[in-house]
Each structure stands twice: as structure tokens, then as C-alpha cells.
């Protein structure tokens, strides 16, 4: 029942509440006359116990005494009033029934819903617009497991029951304009003790800022219903609010108070979309079945047309996950028909001593970092003829290599299907076998039908897949997304406990248990104190991962797992596991020299340098650039590392930080290991 239907019903079952009580009340006058009651006081409280009497299912006045009453000749009056009376005394019980349920049904609400609710997953989130009714009525996902809170100060009638409805608790307020004691009984009311996540949805950027900033400058009576281990999932379409929460965030954390801030994560929409289009659609898929096994060779050559948020993600996006080899080209043509507008704000994200910036064309020189990297902008209108002539010069098979993956990004449905079709065209000509198409991402927010058409339609469009949309992009699963957050943790655990040791291994033998535990401890109490674009980095690296899973066999000479236990387990030839703590007993030089000797181990190597160079492009997206001289140290503030090099500059000045390009893999052995404990192997 919606909740204005809810509210007539309210007012129905009081008017017939009153009705009742005032015909009951006036049979109680014509029944008890003032000839037989002289005493008016009695008399009057005789009328009046009939009418509440009334409502509780047993009357003084009975029907059979009105039936006697209208035998003796009643008026017209009196013989009306009866058969209301007779009425009355039915629906008075009804009306009790009626605020008796509803009396039960407010307690269950507050109570008995907590109940049923005690052991799910809390979560609380902020803002109410279209993107958060999609995240949360999402029908691919259950959501049974969570207990939800919606904290906004607008929502519509038949929103608000919908979203009941799906078991998501209400509150319509707006906390930034809350006084003290009013938030601090908010705060307790909404059992913000057990929240793991706390979602800022806002469409403002700047207002789930402001939220945020709340949240860590609580009064001090609220200060404990805040959970130390909740984490912070922060909407911010904006760069520049961005960078504001990031350096707010590590101001805490070097004041020591990251231990009360808990976690935080920042996302967008488009880049919520591209990871998930990245993840389903890898950007290597061109070369999975192509029979090359030399990683080096899966070139990169992305076109992407229109050049907005959506674009901008895919690039950047496509720095990280581009990388499949040491010396594997990347390539990105992009081109719009606002480019040199668009580049220059682009431009924004790097900094010009690392990315070399020309008019139409950005570089990360061979001397900054391994392999290639590349990015022309094309300004240009997709409908004029001169595209496909532009298709042919940038995508020419013997000059830049064909197009291994293409994103059409532009919002326009009509520009859209005309440049996909001239695409194809494009790769019809380059006499591409139909085993063996790139991918052609297209966007079709806008026209759901065509969406529907070219996903069933396979036979013609087999190489074509929509970009998914909010609908399918925004789900907690995405959002949360659980796996990584746990692999990007377990790659900072590792970061801490490599070591490069001179002498003879001392073990000590400890519990597996104590191990167990004093490793979930760690994990935990060494993120805490991560700067946020560090906890970044990590996330990076552990969204790589499904990339290096792919190129593993194409390396390792044998059967992955039985070639990782020779590398890394007990008495393992490269690092060994003591107690939670992985150890080289050796030189660094001798590491070094074993680490960057391709004939000696291929994979050792080429995971590392493609682990090094993945890690400086990265880098190069966040404004970093190298130090004026590679053996400086690192400043966070004017962003230079002086590990930003090429592999040879690294083992030259840096070699002490070479052996943290291994982590890739002694996360795969750690993870191959504990599955092959579940199986019993």
C-alpha cells in the first residue's frame, strides 16, 4: 500500500472511529432517559462506559435491548439511531483492531526489523538521485545480506514505498543542516556503530565532501558510535575536489588520526563503468586467441571517439591495464570533434617533465620508462568523410599497426551507429578474419532498444558490445567490489615484509595459528596508516591482476603453480616465507643480478620490468613525475620518485627497490597455495 493510500486509511478509520463513538454515545442517551436517572453525574458516565465498551468488543447496551426498545412504538429519531447503533458496535471493534495493528506494525518496523537484521551487512547511504535509486533497486543483485539505511532529504511518495519495499530504512533529513543533539540521537538511531560503509552519492561533489568532513569532525558524544574499520565510498566527479580530500585525508594520517578515519575510496561513474568494461572486455582480447605467445608483441592501438568523462576514464584506465609486456606498444588515437579544447584540460592529470605534451600528440619518452607509449588527438567531425580516410592513415597495418580495440563514446545514438558502421568497414577492408575481430565498445545510454538489438544481435555484430550503462555498472558488488580492496591490502602486507638479508636463514618456528593472526592484524593496522593515493597504487596493481593471469602461461615454461612453490616455497631458489615475512638470504647485488637475468628466469624478469613500467605509467596518470637526480629520495609534496625510470636506471641507482616488482607473484603463489589447501592437494 503506498504510503498516501496508508495516510487516507489513517483518516478513514478516525472519522469511523468518531462516528461510531458519537452514535453509540446518543443510543446511550436515548437508552439511559433522564425519567429513570435522575443523578445526571451517573447518568452521564453510564453513556459514556457504553461507548468505550464499545470499542472493546462488549457493549452495556445489547441489540436485544435496542429490539426491545423499538417494539415500544420508537420515533423516527430513535428507530434511526438504533440501526446506526446496531452498526456501531461492529465497526467500534474494527477501529480498535485497526490501531492495534498499526501499533504493531510501527513496533516491527523499529524493532523487530532490527531483529531480523542484527548479523547482515550495515551500510548507510547518503543522497537520493537516479544514480542511487539504480544502485539500490538494482535487480541483478541480492541484497538480502544488507541491511541498508538512506539517508536524504527529498524523496517522492511512491519512491519512498519502493524502496521499503526492498527491505532499505528511510531516513528524510539532511544532516549538514542538523543541530548537535538532534545528529548525535540521528547517529545512534541509524546503528552507525555496525556500519562497515558509509556511501556519499551526492551529485555535489562538494556536499559529500562536506558530509565527510562531518563525519570525522563529530561532536564528542558521537565520536563512539563511528565503527574504527568502516570505510568511506566518496562519489567526486571532480579532479580538483579529489585532490582537496586526498591531501585532507593524508593531513590525518600524518597528525596520526587515520586509525579513527577508517577507509576511504573516491569514485566517479565513468570510472565505476570502465573497470567493470574493462574487466568483462579486456583490452588484449585481440591477441588471447591469436596464437602469438610473446607478450612483447600484444601492441595496444585503442581508437577512442568522443572525448568526455567516459573517454578520459578509458584512457587513463588503458595505461594500466595496457601494459601486457615490458616493450608492448601502446598506441591511442583519440578524436573529437572539441579535441584540442578537451586535450588541453586533459592535460591537467600529468605532469609535462614526465609526459612530453605537444600539440596534437603526448609521449612518455623511452628514457622516463620502458617500452612505448603514445597518444594523438584528432579534432575532428566523425561524420564528415574525411574519418574513414583518417581510419586508414593512423590504423595503416604496416605503419601503426591495425586497431586491437575500439570505444565509441560519444552520447549522440545517430553518430554513434554512423561510426561504428564505418569502422567495420574499416576492418572488413583490413581483410581481418572474423575469429579473430577487435572489440568495438559502443555507448548507448541514451537508446536502450538499439542496446537490446546490437547485444542479441551476435551473428552481425559479433565483435560489438554496449558499454554498460549506470543500470548495470552501479551495483554494491562493483562499488564495494570486496576482492580487490582484499588483494590491493595483501599487496601493501607484502610491500612491508620483503627483505634482502646477508647470512645463513635462522627460522624460528611459530604457531600457523599465531602466523594466521598476527598477519590478519598487520594487514589491517599497516593500511590504516597508507596515504590515500598509495592505497590507491595497490588498488591499481590488484585491478592488473586479471591481466597478468593471462599472460603467465604465455611465460612460464611449465605449470604455473608447480613453477611458483620452486620459486617461492619452502627453501624456495628466489624468496622464501619465515614467518610471515618473505626473505632473500643473500646480497643485494646477487638479488639484482638474478631478478634482471632473462636467460636465467624469463618469468622472474619479464613480470618485473612489466610490473615496473605498469607502476610508472600509473604513476604518470596521478602528476608524478621522476626526481632531477635518480638516487634523490621520493617527495610526496612536488610528487618526484626517482624510481620513475627505465628497469636499467632502476637497477643502476635504485636497486634496493627492484625486488617490490615481484609482488604480482608472490600474491599468486600465496593465493594458488591457499586453493590448493581448500582442494586437500
Keep these: 500500500m503506498a504510503k498516501g493510500s496508508d495516510k487516507k486509511m489513517g483518516r478513514a478509520l478516525f472519522v469511523l472511529a468518531i462516528v461510531s463513538f458519537v452514535i453509540t454515545f446518543l443510543e446511550g442517551i436515548l437508552y439511559y432517559s433522564g425519567e429513570l436517572y435522575q443523578n445526571q453525574l451517573f447518568r452521564f458516565m453510564l453513556i459514556l462506559q457504553n461507548s468505550i465498551k464499545a470499542f472493546g468488543f462488549k457493549t452495556t447496551i445489547s441489540i436485544e435491548n435496542i429490539l426491545k426498545m423499538l417494539n415500544d412504538n420508537p420515533t423516527l429519531y430513535e428507530t434511526i439511531i438504533g440501526y446506526a447503533y446496531g452498526i456501531a458496535i461492529f465497526t467500534a471493534p474494527y477501529c480498535t483492531i485497526a490501531v492495534v495493528y498499526k501499533m504493531v506494525e510501527r513496533w516491527w518496523r523499529i524493532?523487530?526489523?532490527?531483529?531480523?537484521?542484527?548479523?547482515?551487512?550495515?551500510?548507510?547511504?547518503?543522497?537520493?538521485?537516479?544514480d542511487v535509486k539504480i544502485l539500490l533497486l538494482n535487480k541483478?543483485?541480492?541484497?538480502?545480506?544488507?541491511?541498508?539505511h538512506l539517508v536524504a532529504s527529498k524523496i517522492s511518495q511512491e519512491e519512498e514505498l519502493e524502496l521499503l519495499r526492498n527491505g532499505i530504512e528511510i531516513h528524510k533529513i539532511d544532516v549538514?543542516?542538523?543541530?548537535?543533539?538532534?545528529?548525535?540521537?540521528?547517529?545512534?538511531?541509524?546503528?552507525?556503530?555496525?556500519?562497515?560503509?558509509?556511501?556519499?552519492?551526492?551529485?555535489?561533489?562538494?556536499?559529500?565532501?562536506?558530509?565527510?568532513?562531518?563525519?570525522?569532525?563529530?561532536?564528542?558524544?558521537?565520536?563512539?558510535?563511528?565503527n574504527p574499520d568502516v570505510k568511506f565510498y566518496v562519489r567526486c566527479e571532480d579532479e580538483g575536489i579529489r585532490r582537496m580530500m586526498e591531501d585532507y585525508y593524508d593531513e590525518q594520517i600524518c597528525n596520526n588520526r587515520g586509525d579513527s578515519f577508517g577507509d576511504l575510496e573516491m569514485f566517479s561513474i565513468p570510472e565505476l563503468r570502465v573497470r567493470k568494461m574493462f574487466k568483462e572486455h579486456k583490452l588484449h582480447t585481440f591477441y588471447k586467441e591469436s596464437g602469438i605467445d610473446?607478450?612483447?608483441?600484444?601492441?595496444?592501438?585503442?581508437?577512442?571517439?568522443?572525448?568526455?568523462?567516459?573517454?578520459?576514464?578509458?584512457?587513463?584506465?588503458?595505461?594500466?591495464?595496457?601494459?601486457?609486456?615490458?616493450?608492448?606498444?601502446?598506441?591511442?588515437?583519440?578524436?573529437?570533434?572539441?579535441?584540442?579544447?578537451?586535450?588541453?584540460?586533459?592535460?591537467?592529470?600529468?605532469?609535462?617533465?614526465?609526459?612530453?605534451?605537444?600539440?596534437?600528440?603526448?609521449?612518455?619518452p623511452s628514457e622516463n620508462a620502458d617500452g612505448e607509449l603514445r597518444i594523438r588527438f584528432h579534432k575532428m567531425d566523425i561524420r564528415f568523410k574525411n574519418f574513414q580516410r583518417q581510419l586508414w592513415e593512423?590504423?595503416?597495418?604496416?605503419?601503426?599497426?591495425?586497431?586491437?580495440?575500439?570505444?565509441?563514446?560519444?552520447?549522440?545514438?545517430?553518430?554513434?551507429?554512423?561510426?561504428?558502421?564505418?569502422?567495420?568497414?574499416y576492418f572488413m577492408k583490413c581483410d581481418r578474419s572474423s575469429e579473430n575481430q577487435p572489440c568495438i565498445a559502443v555507448r548507448m545510454d541514451l537508446d536502450n532498444q538499439m542496446a537490446k538489438y546490437l547485444e542479441k544481435n551476435k551473428a552481425t555484430y559479433k565483435n560489438v558490445f554496449v558499454i554498460n550503462d549506470s543500470s548495470q555498472a552501479l551495483t554494491m558488488k562493483d562499488l564495494l567490489n570486496d576482492e580487490l580492496d582484499k588483494d590491493a591490502k595483501e599487496?601493501?602486507?607484502?610491500?612491508?615484509?620483503?627483505?634482502?638479508?646477508?647470512?645463513?636463514?635462522?627460522?624460528?618456528?611459530?604457531?600457523k595459528s599465531d602466523v594466521k593472526?598476527?598477519?590478519?592484524?598487520?594487514?589491517?593496522?599497516?593500511?590504516?596508516?597508507?596515504?590515500?593515493?598509495?592505497?590507491?597504487?595497490?588498488?591499481?596493481?590488484?585491478?592488473?591482476?586479471?591481466?597478468?593471469?593471462?599472460?603467465?602461461?604465455?611465460?612460464?615454461?611449465?605449470?604455473?603453480?608447480?613453477?611458483?612453490?620452486?620459486?617461492?616455497?619452502?627453501?624456495?631458489?628466489?624468496?622464501?616465507n619465515e614467518n610471515d615475512r618473505w626473505v632473500y638470504h643473500g646480497?643485494?647485488?646477487?638479488?639484482?643480478?638474478?631478478?634482471?637475468?632473462?636467460?636465467?628466469?624469463?618469468?622472474?624478469?619479464?613480470?618485473?620490468?612489466?610490473?615496473?613500467?605498469?607502476?610508472?605509467?600509473?604513476?604518470?596518470?596521478?602528476?608524478?613525475?621522476?626526481?632531477?637526480?635518480?638516487?634523490?629520495?621520493?617527495?610526496?609534496?612536488?610528487?618526484?620518485?626517482?624510481?620513475?625510470?627505465?628497469?636499467?636506471?632502476?637497477?643502476?641507482?635504485q636497486s634496493q627497490n627492484c625486488c617490490y616488482d615481484l609482488m604480482p607473484l608472490l600474491l599468486k603463489y600465496k593465493i594458488d597455495k591457499e586453493d590448493r589447501c581448500k582442494d586437500g592437494l
Design 111 to 130: 524493532k523487530g526489523w532490527h531483529f531480523l537484521h542484527r548479523n547482515k551487512r550495515h551500510m548507510i547511504v547518503f543522497g537520493y538521485n537516479e
Design 140 to 148: 541483478e543483485e541480492d541484497t538480502s545480506e544488507k541491511k541498508i
Design 176 to 226: 549538514l543542516k542538523m543541530p548537535e543533539k538532534k545528529l548525535v540521537y540521528f547517529l545512534k538511531r541509524i546503528e552507525l556503530k555496525r556500519a562497515e560503509a558509509v556511501i556519499l552519492f551526492e551529485e555535489a561533489s562538494a556536499k559529500n565532501f562536506s558530509i565527510y568532513y562531518l563525519f570525522n569532525n563529530l561532536p564528542e558524544k558521537a565520536k563512539s558510535f563511528l
Design 294 to 364: 610473446d607478450v612483447n608483441q600484444w601492441n595496444l592501438h585503442l581508437l577512442i571517439v568522443g572525448f568526455g568523462k567516459l573517454g578520459q576514464q578509458i584512457l587513463l584506465q588503458a595505461m594500466n591495464q595496457g601494459v601486457t609486456g615490458s616493450k608492448n606498444s601502446i598506441l591511442i588515437d583519440v578524436v573529437d570533434v572539441k579535441c584540442d579544447e578537451k586535450q588541453s584540460i586533459f592535460g591537467n592529470y600529468f605532469n609535462e617533465d614526465y609526459v612530453r605534451m605537444n600539440e596534437n600528440e603526448y609521449t612518455i
Design 394 to 425: 593512423n590504423g595503416d597495418l604496416e605503419k601503426d599497426g591495425i586497431y586491437t580495440y575500439v570505444a565509441l563514446c560519444v552520447n549522440d545514438p545517430d553518430v554513434t551507429l554512423h561510426c561504428m558502421s564505418e569502422v567495420q568497414r
Design 491 to 511: 599487496y601493501n602486507h607484502i610491500y612491508n615484509s620483503i627483505s634482502i638479508e646477508i647470512g645463513e636463514s635462522v627460522k624460528k618456528k611459530t604457531e
Design 517 to 576: 593472526n598476527k598477519h590478519t592484524a598487520d594487514v589491517k593496522e599497516k593500511w590504516k596508516k597508507l596515504a590515500l593515493f598509495r592505497r590507491d597504487s595497490n588498488r591499481a596493481l590488484a585491478a592488473h591482476s586479471s591481466v597478468k593471469d593471462d599472460i603467465y602461461p604465455c611465460i612460464a615454461k611449465e605449470e604455473l603453480s608447480v613453477f611458483l612453490e620452486k620459486l617461492f616455497g619452502e627453501n624456495g631458489t628466489v624468496l622464501e
Design 587 to 653: 646480497t643485494m647485488q646477487e638479488f639484482v643480478e638474478m631478478q634482471s637475468d632473462e636467460t636465467r628466469n624469463q618469468l622472474i624478469s619479464e613480470i618485473s620490468r612489466l610490473e615496473h613500467r605498469r607502476w610508472c605509467y600509473f604513476m604518470a596518470t596521478r602528476g608524478w613525475t621522476h626526481t632531477k637526480d635518480l638516487g634523490d629520495k621520493k617527495n610526496d609534496k612536488t610528487r618526484e620518485n626517482p624510481c620513475m625510470c627505465t628497469w636499467e636506471d632502476l637497477v643502476k641507482h
